[in-house]
């Protein structure tokens, strides 16, 4: 089974990199991209017989590893 | 008085730390691979700058996986004093020995600079010698050091006085714009609560001797040592 992992910086943590994509699209002309927020996309192989099982894997490797949950947080999507 | 330089893949900054600590103090320095599952019966551990597994998903997030790092945090545990510099800083945040984590710079650019550091507290393993409001002049080096907490953990550092070194202007106020990472109150540097773990962005290994710029670094090596002869940190190793 496929697990798709987001992982993106929490609503109240500044995201510089955003902030600078968001400047290039100005620059670009594209101003009604008001806000860009860059995060992580992660595609998981997940030996799994349920759906449940796959996205419990999902959340846990999430949780340990794939996010810092400091500053991150992270979504869990099962193909 | 032995001392561990922890040595991840893409560590590059233990040779100066050995450097540092062996030739200009004069201590006995202990090189330990990453892969290693004892410290060589050190008394004080130091994890030090680099770019460890290339910083890959982030930065000190693969190397706390390292099979050192479970006898560093039982060593931290034991009370056993840790020094973590720059990416040494970022992989004890990962590890949860101490609070937070980082954030790219605010100006998205990797800073290699020197700084004034403001000594906050003197009764960490690693501050002893040095005095509060002292300013420390270091070298930083490291595109991610913008260090975060949220509001509460921020006030619990505050209330046990566990921010060690905040970036200031060469007289010790707090400037915003001295503040080159942008990092929540300008924290440049944190202890845990036991105050033997220390965790810093600055590089004091790279300022301990006149000829490179400053010499200021020694104070946080030297107390260690101080700490140890007068018995105020457990040897744990």
């Known amino acids: 089974m496929k697990a798709k992992v987001f992982v993106t910086l929490k609503p109240s943590i500044l995201d510089p990199q955003g902030k600078a994509i968001t400047g290039a ?14 995060g992580k996309y992660f595609e998981l192989d997940v030996e799994a017989e349920t759906v449940t099982e796959a996205e419990t894997v999902a959340n846990e490797v999430a949780d340990k590893l794939l996010a810092n949950p400091v500053i991150e947080s992270y979504r869990v999507e099962i193909e | 008085m032995k001392f561990a330089v922890v040595v991840f893949p893409g560590s590059n900054c233990d040779h100066d730390a050995y450097h540092a600590l062996a030739s200009v103090l004069g201590h006995e320095v202990v090189l330990v691979w990453h892969k290693e599952i004892h410290l060589s019966g050190a008394d004080v551990v130091v994890l030090p700058g680099g770019f460890s597994y290339g910083d890959y998903l982030r930065t000190g997030a693969i190397a706390r996986f390292s099979p050192v790092m479970t006898r560093v945090v039982e060593f931290a545990a034991a009370g056993g004093p840790v020094l973590g510099i720059c990416n040494g800083f970022q992989v004890l945040l990962e590890a949860g020995l101490l609070p937070g984590g980082m954030r790219r710079n605010k100006t998205l650019k990797f800073i290699c600079e020197h ?86 962005m600055p590089h004091p290994e790279r300022a301990c001797e006149d000829v490179v710029g400053s010499s200021d670094g020694r104070v946080v090596l030297e107390s260690v040592v101080d700490a140890f002869r007068v018995g105020a940190v457990a040897p744990a190793g």
């Open chain 2, 115 to 200: 700084v004034n550091l403001r000594v906050e507290v003197s009764d960490t393993a690693f501050t002893k010698l040095a005095s509060v409001g002292q300013v420390l002049r270091m070298p930083i080096a490291h595109g991610e050091g913008n260090y975060y907490v949220d509001a509460d953990t921020l006030r619990e550092l505050k209330e046990r006085q566990q921010i060690v070194f905040r970036y200031t202007a060469p007289d010790g106020s707090l400037d915003e714009q001295r503040n080159v990472n942008g990092s929540v109150d300008a924290i440049a540097g944190i202890c845990n609560r036991d105050r033997n773990v220390v965790g810093l």
């Open chain 1, 25 to 38: 699209l100005r620059t670009l002309g594209y101003n009604s991209v008001c806000d860009v927020r860059q």
